[in-house]
């Protein structure tokens, strides 16, 4: 399985998150900036690990089991992937097997060097986020690189977030449930 050493932070300020992102990949000389439109449908839960299917622009998309425990520090995720042209094909099979759960629509701006991506999400009826992913080998590596990255950015422990975009779209709607009723 694969392993990505991950954290989240709610974005007060997209421009300036943005900037930084973008000044720290220039350091490197093999970097990516690219914006991708993506629907994450999750299909429910099976002892506490996750199967959806992202959806990029409409046109590819990515099967992702993964396994991971909320927590609000800094998170291990292992997971595995399975690349498909056709999304909206596989979408129909999941579905004759599994309910979904949830559809969560994103904008996530990503910019890359070596293991690590950086991600600007703007999560429909959520918010703005940053999310750090070093993929992994040696988890002391990773964690070094964590460290200058909350440095760089000034992210403080108590800003991480434990949920998953899909536990925080389930919270709001169960809330707005609760007032409604």
Same mark, same amino acid.
């Given at each position: 399985m694969r392993k990505n050493y991950e954290l989240k932070v709610k974005l007060h300020n997209y421009d300036v998150a943005k900037w930084k992102a973008d000044s720290y990949i220039h350091r490197f000389k093999d970097k990516h900036h690219f914006l991708e439109k993506q629907k994450d449908i999750y299909y !429910? #839960? @099976?002892?506490?690990?996750?199967? #959806?299917?992202?959806?990029?622009?409409?046109? !590819?998309?990515h099967l992702v089991y993964y396994d991971r425990k909320d927590s609000r520090n800094k998170r291990v995720s292992k997971y595995l992937l399975s690349d498909t042209k056709n999304p909206f094909e596989l979408d129909k099979i999941l579905r004759k097997f599994f309910k979904v759960q949830l559809v969560v629509n994103k904008t996530r701006e990503?910019?890359? @060097?070596?293991?690590?991506?950086?991600?600007? +999400?703007?999560?429909?009826? @959520?918010? %703005?986020?940053?999310?750090?992913? %070093? %993929? !992994?080998?040696?988890? +002391?590596?990773? #964690? %070094?690189?964590?460290?200058?990255?909350?440095?760089y950015f000034n992210i403080k422990r108590t800003d991480f977030i434990k949920n998953s975009y899909s536990d925080l779209i389930l919270k709001k709607k169960n809330k707005k449930n609760a007032i409604n009723s």
């Open positions: !429910y #839960k @099976v002892d506490g690990k996750r199967l #959806k299917l992202r959806i990029i622009n409409n046109e !590819y998309g990503i910019f890359t @060097v070596k293991n690590l991506r950086i991600h600007l +999400d703007r999560i429909q009826g @959520v918010g %703005i986020f940053l999310e750090f992913e %070093i %993929i !992994y080998k040696s988890l +002391d590596e990773a #964690k %070094i690189l964590m460290r200058d990255l909350m440095k």
